[in-house]
């Protein structure tokens, strides 16, 4: 079956070179265009894509605005933000949207390509760009993380999976879901997406 996508970006050379570069995948379908906001609140619920990627800087209504709207009503459909910009600010604004994803235009097209995939099999994805700016800054003292969770949650919000994080910790995968568990008790979460909305949040990504 193929992912249905929705491509939502101002810049028509750039439109047309992600349709034509996505159309290539064999199980990828690009179902509707838009180059404005409001175009793309419309064609969101009428061409009913399985992925909405959503450049932030439209012409008229911002990217964060458009998500929002979209959220209202169709909560379940994966955003992936694209944007021009690699700071925090940005990437903070568009989870709290409701965005899935983020992934800076500087990237290879490989990679929007991986993270359509992971977002539309409910995976968090942020760009490596973005996901480097990482550092152990404090907590919230209602998280009463230890040191060791708070490495474990840095790497989930970098997108390492279990077995990746168990190699750079020197630990087992086992230990390594331990941790997962105990921070998503401690806080309150329900799953990774989740966890790495909260990591962006609350201070793991550089102002």
Request: charged letters at 25%; a neutral charge; glycine letters at 4%.
């Amino acid at each position: 079956m193929s992912i249905r996508i929705a491509v939502a970006e101002d810049q028509r050379l750039i439109r047309e070179l992600l349709v034509t570069v996505l159309a290539r995948e064999t199980d990828f379908e690009v179902v509707a265009e838009a180059s404005t906001g409001r175009e793309t609140i419309v064609l969101a619920e009428s061409a009913h894509p399985d992925v909405l990627i959503l450049d932030i800087a439209l012409p008229d209504i911002d990217g964060m605005e458009v998500a929002r709207a979209v959220r209202k009503t169709q909560p379940k459909l994966p955003i992936l933000a694209l944007s021009i910009h690699e700071d925090s600010y940005f990437v903070r604004e568009m989870l709290r949207a409701g965005a899935d994803g983020y992934v800076v235009k500087s990237a290879a097209m490989t990679e929007l390509v991986q993270a359509i995939r992971s977002v539309t099999q409910g995976r968090m994805y942020l760009s490596p760009a973005i996901a480097r700016l990482a550092v152990g800054k404090a907590f919230p003292d209602s998280a009463t993380l230890t040191r060791r969770e708070r490495e474990v949650l840095v790497l989930i919000a970098n997108g390492k999976h279990s077995a990746a994080i168990a190699a750079r910790l020197s630990i087992s995968v086992g230990t390594v879901e331990a941790h997962r568990r105990n921070i998503m008790t401690k806080l309150g979460l329900h799953s990774i997406a989740e966890l790495t909305k909260y990591a962006v949040r609350e201070g793991l990504t550089s102002s």
